[in-house]
């Protein structure tokens, strides 16, 4: 079993950076890559970012490409979204997710466990 806290959101303006952290706990954190979704009012839960298990390869959706970067660190059960050049359209409810053994990025149905999510809000 995995559970995953989010943390680091808030209010930025356009042009803002923030960083988002995820605590993981449970035996089995580094045996699984783990990724960023969100999920904006009216509309489904989106791929952002996606780690693999060490950490050596990484994927990103296109609207976040070039500003966006994920890591992890195993020794801390933790992994990180550094959010740069934050637009308005980045503002949703932004969820760690974890406990996919398959190759990054996979969807939403692939990710055992979720956080409970954290808000990140861009104003124009």
């Known amino acids: 079993q995995v559970q995953l806290v989010e943390s680091g959101g808030g209010l930025v303006q356009a042009g803002g950076s923030l960083r988002l952290s995820c605590a993981a706990s449970?035996?089995?954190?580094?045996?699984?890559?783990m990724g960023w979704f969100r999920q904006a009012p009216g509309k489904e839960r989106e791929f952002v970012a996606a780690i693999s298990w060490h950490g050596d390869r990484t994927y990103y959706d296109d609207s976040v490409k070039g500003r966006f970067t994920i890591s992890r660190d195993n020794t801390k059960n933790t992994m990180s979204l550094q959010m740069n050049m934050l637009k308005p359209e980045d503002t949703a409810v932004y969820y760690c997710?974890?406990?996919?053994?398959?190759?990054?990025?996979?969807?939403?149905?692939?990710?055992?466990?979720w956080g409970q999510g954290t808000q990140v809000t861009v104003s124009s």
């Open positions: 449970g035996r089995t954190f580094s045996m699984y890559a």
């Open positions: 997710a974890g406990g996919y053994s398959g190759p990054i990025p996979g969807t939403v149905r692939d990710y055992k466990y």
